[in-house]
């Protein structure tokens, strides 16, 4: 199975975020159902490690809290666009959230995560795309911001890969403590 932990967004946010798809030829848009934000990718695991994963998941205890997703950016590699996402604003909830999720999972030793946490919602995947065109995209929608939503859980999703988009899949939700 391949994992990975994450926010799950409520169906009207996803309608929001999806109503941004569209203005860069080229560009593989994200489903409205594909939307999540990522806490960690956690990779390919068999059915043990995966169990152990559930269990040091549901140990868990965190908040629930505010979530507001605002501004566009894009992550880019060697120069170029690769992909367009949507930020969140700065939130210690979510940050501390994410930093338990990282030691949960280290403490059953999986290897650290190398990478920052930038939370984002991938709206968006680009090869090759007229940077000029991704630019101009940017700037007519800077000022996007969602409402906010309030998150209760957060979600082990399976990730099944295929020539078409992804099917990802809720596995298991963990509450989060009021
Ligand atoms: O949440 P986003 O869209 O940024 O790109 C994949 C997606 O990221 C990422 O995990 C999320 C759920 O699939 N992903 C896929 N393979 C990955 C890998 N090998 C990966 N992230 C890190 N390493």
């Known amino acids: 199975m391949r994992l990975f932990v994450a926010l799950d967004l409520p169906w009207d946010l996803k309608l929001r975020l999806a109503s941004l798809a569209g203005?860069?030829?080229g560009a593989r848009w994200v489903p409205s159902d594909n939307m999540h934000l990522t806490l960690r990718f956690i990779g390919e695991k068999d059915g043990y490690e995966a169990e152990e994963i559930d269990d040091a998941l549901s140990r868990l205890r965190a908040p629930n809290f505010e979530l507001s997703l605002a501004g566009l950016g894009v992550f880019s590699k060697a120069g170029r666009a690769t992909?367009?996402?949507v930020g969140a604003d700065r939130n210690p909830q979510l940050d501390h959230l994410q930093a338990k999720v990282?030691?949960?999972?280290q403490?059953?030793?999986i290897p650290a995560e190398r990478k920052r946490f930038a939370p984002h919602v991938t709206l968006g995947r680009f090869d090759g795309v007229p940077e000029a065109?991704?630019?101009a995209y940017l700037q007519a929608h800077n000022l996007f911001r969602a409402s906010p939503v309030r998150v209760e859980h957060f979600t082990l999703f399976s990730s099944h890969l295929s020539k078409a988009d992804p099917v990802y899949t809720p596995e298991v939700d963990y509450e989060l403590v009021a």
């Open 23 to 25: 203005g860069i030829p």
């Open 107 to 109: 403490r059953i030793g």
């Open 83 to 85: 992909a367009l996402w």
């Open 102 to 105: 990282e030691t949960a999972l």
């Open 133 to 135: 065109r991704v630019a």
